[in-house]
């Protein structure tokens, strides 16, 4: 097992002491230095939720198991446009999101270091994931919102415990006020800055590899940060890697149009971040301006053979009906990938597997 994380700017590794949440000489992000190694032998079935997958994890061998049973979601195959997709069901995770296979290994990863309480800015899910894994593992927990967050996600981080600190004014204020919080002093459980829980969402990729006993064609799932994205993919290029696939699938990343940074970018370079606002939008899971591993991100799209898909809002709520119709219940984030799959329906290379990521009760609207 590999477990050297570094710098991406200047190289320097994850210090030895401490938890900081960007490199502190030169502010890079850190991330991991190469690929998990996957091994089928090494699944341990006994273990609960994601920690089956553990040799695949790159934690540290002192990190304990922090699960609440997140991981082994249904795989349910269901009609879209006249052809079959399987969904695969993140909604059904403890918490209720994707969130609570990065949150398992990341608050693992904090206690190996003896953290005891921590901060986390969230629209909602990634709060209401941390504040369950840190009430599991006996840490503390503020979480910084925007004003906006769902009322079910904020009552939820709430109920675990954590406490709620609401910020006026955009997503990205809340990104702010608590970067101020962790330059304070604040231990910074960040999901966008550590890379600690991406090995947690690419055991997504072995889940649906092991269910369906190949590698997907295509993948289609929603992305603010894309972190998700990111972890997925590492996981089939560690199956592909490993020998138990011979291609990866195309990744299909869809974000709200209303604030779609990483589809404006792999549309028009560069440039395209000039006129990207972060609007207002039902999709608040995806309202994501400055994605900081937009780089990484992009470049496994890319290397997969997918693109970025951006969905207008009044497409949203309908493909949340489609999805509800099929009995799926989702959030407006989740839904938007419905109208995505439309968009390349007539192209992606079966099997086809969609990725609801959030589940409808956190949404307070109708």
């Not at 990484?296 to 997918?306: N, P, Q």
Request: charged share 20%; hydrophobic share 40%.
């Amino acid at each position: 097992m590999n477990e050297i994380v570094a710098c991406q700017n200047c190289g320097r590794p994850y210090p030895e002491l401490g938890t900081p949440f960007r490199c502190p000489t030169c502010g890079g992000l850190f991330d991991h230095e190469s690929l998990t190694v996957f091994d089928l032998a090494q699944v341990e079935p006994s273990q609960p939720g994601i920690w089956r997958y553990r040799h695949a994890l790159q934690l540290p061998e002192n990190a304990p198991v922090v699960s609440l049973g997140e991981g082994n979601t249904p795989l349910i195959w269901a009609e879209a446009y006249g052809r079959e997709a399987a969904f695969k069901l993140e909604f059904t995770n403890p918490t209720g999101s994707f969130k609570d296979r990065g949150s398992a290994a990341l608050v693992s990863y904090l206690r190996s270091r003896d953290v005891d309480s921590a901060v986390e800015d969230s629209s909602g899910n990634a709060g209401a994931s941390y504040a369950a894994y840190a009430a599991r593992a006996g840490m503390g927990a503020r979480v910084y919102v925007p004003d906006s967050a769902s009322g079910p996600k904020r009552d939820q981080i709430e109920a675990y415990g954590a406490e709620v600190v609401r910020i006026m004014g955009p997503r990205s204020n809340a990104a702010e006020a608590v970067v101020k919080a962790a330059e304070h002093g604040a231990v910074y459980a960040s999901h966008a800055y550590l890379p600690f829980n991406l090995p947690g969402y690419a055991t997504a990729a072995y889940e649906i590899y092991e269910a369906m006993g190949s590698a997907p064609g295509s993948v289609v799932l929603p992305a603010g940060q894309g972190g998700l994205a990111l972890g997925l993919s590492r996981g089939f290029a560690a199956l592909r890697i490993a020998k138990y696939i011979t291609k990866v699938p195309a990744i299909f990343a869809v974000q709200a149009r209303a604030c779609a940074p990483l589809w404006a970018v792999s549309q028009y370079g560069a440039a395209g971040m000039g006129w990207v606002t972060e609007g207002e939008t039902l999709a608040e899971g995806v309202r994501v301006r400055h994605p900081l591993r937009g780089d990484a991100v992009l470049r496994a799209v890319d290397e997969s053979g997918g693109r970025f898909l951006a969905v207008d809002e009044e497409n949203i709520l309908p493909g949340r009906d489609e999805l509800a119709h099929r009995g799926f219940y989702v959030e407006p984030t989740s839904a938007i990938v419905w109208d995505a799959l439309g968009q390349i329906i007539s192209l992606a290379v079966e099997p086809i597997v969609v990725i609801l990521t959030g589940s409808g009760l956190k949404y307070a609207g109708k």
